[in-house]
């Protein structure tokens, strides 16, 4: 049975003079992986194979019969990923022969491979994400680091924060001669206004949980901040141990952790609070424009994605709950 993603396995007949002296020009000059070789000949199997079929000479493909084999593959079961792979190959090997031969040109130039599906972000349930952040008062503790972990993850969920507009928060707006602000906490008014993709700035409400956790933080931070700082780390709102702006690495990291201590069953990372956030917000809100606002999407086909994610939770309740589900109990 072949394998949907990568199809039948290609013929095994050697491989023409140009195919493996290219193949020796990737390992000898540019030092490439034996794995790496290893799928480049695959491919060349594949171009071999399929030109001998059509009658073709590798020097007379041209544009449309890469067209045609693509589309083969593709019927056969290659997947878009694997096919952009083959192209990949084909690309260049033609770009190094093409020369040497004098082509008229690269006959794999503008081929594409099919466009994969767009696939689900991944987002917790409510219940997930309340298991991640409802943490009883003594794992959370007055450890400084423990307070400004539970306030950087309240106010990723809260607002929706991407990860790189998180750590460039500052605890509120500075200007000076050598630094300004790019995003900053505006806690009497309980938003925090960031610098998002494409230097658009937007302003974001925060939640009376994540306002309540960044108070108890910022009334902790002055022991980790040191008494000498650069100025964009004297400004900033999360610090690491070292007193330095708090690195996406470690937020990354700490968050892992904390899913994994409250027994979230899945990988959790920045985006996924981002995401959650967006459903959560859509399954109970139902306001597409005011999702996009706050995420600080361009255009509201990326944030319809969420959508999706709506009725796969509606989905679900349905078939937990209608009596004609057809549920077994």
Excluded: C
Excluded at 225 to 252: H, K, T, W
């Amino acid at each position: 049975m072949q394998n949907p993603s990568h199809g039948a396995d290609p013929p095994e007949a050697p491989l023409p003079d140009a195919m493996d002296a290219w193949l020796r020009h990737l390992e000898t000059n540019r030092r490439y992986s034996p794995h790496t070789l290893d799928g480049y000949r695959r491919e060349l199997r594949f171009l071999r194979a399929l030109a001998d079929k059509a009658g073709l000479p590798l020097d007379k493909v041209g544009n449309g019969h890469i067209r045609h084999f693509v589309a083969r593959l593709h019927a056969e079961g290659r997947g878009p990923r694997s096919l952009a792979r083959t192209l990949a190959a084909w690309r260049g090997f033609y770009q190094w022969w093409a020369p040497a031969i004098e082509l008229a040109g690269n006959p794999v130039t503008g081929v594409r491979a099919p466009k994969a599906p767009r696939g689900l972000p991944k987002a917790l349930s409510v219940e997930q994400t309340q298991a991640l952040l409802d943490r009883a008062p003594a794992q959370v503790a007055t450890e400084p680091a423990a307070l400004r972990d539970q306030a950087m993850f309240e106010l990723l969920y809260s607002s929706g924060l991407r990860l790189s507009e998180l750590v460039g928060l500052d605890l509120r707006y500075e200007r000076a001669k050598d630094y300004e602000s790019r995003g900053w906490l505006n806690l009497d008014e309980a938003e925090v206004v960031v610098l998002g993709k494409g230097g658009k700035r937007r302003s974001v409400p925060v939640g009376h949980a994540a306002v309540e956790a960044l108070r108890k933080w910022i009334a902790a931070r002055p022991q980790l901040a040191p008494f000498a700082a650069r100025p964009e780390d004297a400004a900033a709102l999360f610090l690491g141990a070292r007193g330095r702006r708090i690195s996406p690495r470690v937020v990354q990291l700490q968050l892992a952790r904390v899913a994994q201590a409250a027994g979230v069953p899945t990988h959790v990372h920045p985006h996924v609070l981002r995401h959650s956030f967006a459903s959560h917000v859509l399954q109970s809100a139902q306001d597409l424009r005011a999702v996009q606002e706050m995420l600080g999407h361009a255009n509201i086909s990326t944030t319809q994605v969420y959508t999706r994610l709506d009725f796969q939770h509606l989905a679900r309740a349905y078939d937990q709950a209608h009596p004609r589900a057809g549920r077994k109990s």
